[in-house]
């Protein structure tokens, strides 16, 4: 059962000093399993949706250890809000726990997407599913702006981090900076500034410990690295050869299958390639994807890309499951279980490319968690992390700006400005800001919104 919390953090500082029971890996098991179904928002709405349930609501880790994760998770190639899952289950509850943690922040979204696929290819345009995308669209960019807000808050505790974050969004709005070099160069920043002003990019900015703002956690500041997640060089080295064991398999049974240019063996050949190029979020990679899936291997349409970054947007789970969505409808035209089963082909291409996607992201986590941990709280390592996450802040921004653009004029500034859109759009911002309204109450209420709009043409 959840311990009921207090109203403010200061009747929760002075009530709750110490930290909460153990948590069993029966009710660890629970929570990333609701997570895996509310995770919407793109990887700045998930990540906020993990810090208020294990920070603040459950105190199950403490603020600056659970920063310390993201900024190493940040740094990795692949989905950090699905990493950091891993991360945190893994540090709870060893190996198991990371496992469970990270593949239940996917699966529910591999299944959503497996049936939204299939309706997609066997129905084609639905109103009432258009409808629905419709009214999410505008919910989904308040929830990225909103999101933005609540870790810039907390990342932004000084002039100079509100600088780096500033230097980041220019950087990428106006410049079209890759996202590896804003890493390279915020981290370049932390690094000597540590060495000038150590007080500046020190986790928490200098102003206090965040954990008296929420009381004490389970994981706490001072909670020593538990001896499962120590480093040792043969752990490193066991983990290493399971992940490339596994891997191995995967493709010698696709090969197998069907040989070594078979539709399957050269998804799962591609779509490790796009795991270890997706520096900075879906959006990053996905020219890359477009390029291989639509132009290279003609596994789906240009329409039909697009499409499924509908359905990945409006989905709970990283964004970069767009990927299950190429690899569904590749599976179903290219007829890989046979012309009789194109669902089953569907299906099992989708599962193929998820494996492949997200495989590196365990291996990063379980390989290289024990050498993050032995750094939290030295600030030589701390303070070009706390650099990134602070230009991390300006990207989400973007992406923030990103989606308001394509909501607001979908056929770009020369065309119309969707003004039921943008009234969404501010209703949902209210409601997140001022009303503190949940995620899936917004998004039910936007998709009831796009819905009547899309059906009733005299309110559009």
Known sequence: ????????????????????????SA???????????????????????????????????????????????????????????????WLMHRTWGGLVAGALFVLPSLFILIALSWVYMA????????????????????????????????????????????????AIFAFDTP?????????????????????????????????????????????????????????????????LLLWVLGMGSLVAMQGLHGTLAQMGAFFTK??????????????????????????????QMIDGLALGETTPGPLIMVVAFVGFVGGWLQQVA???????????????????????????????GPLIEATHGKLGFTAPL?????????VILNLALFFAYHVLWPKGFGGHFDAVSAATAVAAAVALFRFKVGVLPLLGGCAAIGLLVTLVPAVH
């Open 123 to 170: 129905y084609g345009n639905v109103p009432v599913v258009a409808g629905i995308f419709y009214g999410i669209k505008p919910a989904v960019t308040a929830l990225v702006l909103h999101a933005a807000h609540r870790i810039g808050t907390r990342a932004l505790k000084n002039r100079w981090m509100w600088g780096i974050a500033a230097a980041a969004f220019v």
């Open 27 to 89: 009710e660890a098991f629970r929570f990333w399993l609701k997570l895996g179904f509310i995770s919407f928002g793109g990887p700045a709405g998930q990540i906020a949706i993990m810090h208020t349930e294990l920070v603040e609501r459950r105190r199950w880790i403490s603020e600056k250890r659970f920063l310390h994760a993201l900024n190493y998770c940040m740094l990795l190639p692949g989905p950090e809000a699905q990493q950091l899952a891993t991360y945190i289950g």
């Open 179 to 243: 996202f590896p070099a804003i890493v390279i160069g915020a981290g370049l920043i932390g690094h000597f500034g540590a060495r000038w002003a150590p007080g500046v990019f020190a986790l928490g900015g200098g102003h206090g410990n965040a954990s008296t703002a929420y009381g004490a956690a389970l994981i706490d500041d001072a909670t020593p690295t538990p001896p499962h997640a120590r480093f040792s060089r043969g752990r490193l080295a066991k983990v290493l050869s399971v992940g």
């Open 386 to 394: 706390s650099a990134i996450t602070a230009a991390v802040v300006g």
């Open 274 to 303: 796009a795991a270890l190029l997706t520096f900075g979020g879906a959006y990053a990679v996905l020219p890359y994807v477009y390029q291989g899936a639509v132009e290279q291997h003609h596994w789906l349409s240009g329409t």
């Open 338 to 368: 046979g012309a009789g089963a194109p669902f089953l082909g569907g299906a099992l291409a989708a599962t193929v490319v998820t494996f492949f996607t997200f495989l590196p992201s365990f291996v990063f986590i379980l390989a290289g």
């Open 1 to 24: 059962m959840d311990t009921p919390l207090p109203d403010s953090p200061d009747t929760f500082a002075t009530t709750a000093p110490t930290p909460p029971p153990s948590v069993s």
